[in-house]
């Protein structure tokens, strides 16, 4: 079975400042993890992606996750928020098994001037 | 631009009325999804389509209808809705493949149930 808990249901900080949104997942098998954004009113952008190669992993806009089996973790992190980074964020998990994949329930950023 | 398209990108829509979501992608995927997202809940997978064929129905009620003529399109019928149906629709596609791809989502189609 899989699951994924973002284990925050809202995150603020303020310009400059870094940024970690906490993923924690569950399953059977080697997993994908996924990070998605989600600005008001648009679709889902994928931020980046853990694919069993490198545990850390580097995505668009100066974000990364680092894939901890030991934690079953793929927190995402940067070092300095920007005001364009306000936006819900997704943790997105999915097994080789199949085509089943989990989203949480979402973490939404807010970024002070 | 992820590749993916949705129209409209908002609609308000009657209860007794009739209308249709569209999708359309040129990514070579031959994966497509709908999926609900209503404020304050978690992303809901509705419908599953690999190669035209539906392979998940996560228990949808039937006033909504997909239809998939081809791998490139899919649409979301609408009728009868209620205004608990009033959220955004998502439509995503990706490779098939089991595991390790990622899916692309269109911008989404806001719509309101009065």
């Known amino acids: 079975a899989q699951s994924v808990t973002q284990l925050d249901s809202h995150v603020s900080v303020s310009e400059g400042t870094p940024v970690l949104l906490r993923c924690n997942y569950s399953s059977s098998y080697s997993p994908s993890l996924f990070w998605y954004v989600q600005h008001p009113n648009k679709g889902l952008q994928l931020l980046l992606k853990y694919t069993s190669a490198a545990t850390l992993v580097k995505g668009i806009n100066g974000f990364e996750a680092e894939f901890k089996k030991s934690e079953t973790s793929f927190h995402l992190t940067k070092p300095s928020a920007h005001m364009s980074d306000a936006a819900e964020y997704f943790c997105?998990?999915?097994?080789?098994?199949?085509?089943?994949?989990?989203f949480g329930a979402g973490t939404r950023l807010f970024v002070k001037a | 631009e992820t590749g993916v398209t949705q129209t409209p990108r908002h609609l308000v829509m009657g209860m007794t009325n009739k209308k249709s979501l569209k999708c359309e992608q040129h990514l070579g995927h031959n994966a497509m999804y709908w999926y609900k997202q209503s404020a304050k809940k978690p992303l809901e997978l509705m419908f599953v389509y690999n190669f035209k064929e539906q392979t998940e129905n996560n228990s949808v009620p039937s006033r909504f209808s997909p239809e998939c003529p081809n791998s490139s399109h899919l649409f979301l019928h609408l009728h009868t809705l209620q205004p608990e149906d009033s959220a955004l629709y998502l439509c995503?596609?990706?490779?098939?493949?089991?595991?390790?791809?990622?899916?692309?989502f269109g911008q989404g189609t806001r719509l309101t149930v009065v």
């Open positions: 997105v998990v999915k097994g080789t098994g199949g085509f089943k994949t989990i």
């Open positions: 995503a596609s990706s490779q098939p493949t089991a595991g390790r791809t990622e899916a692309f």
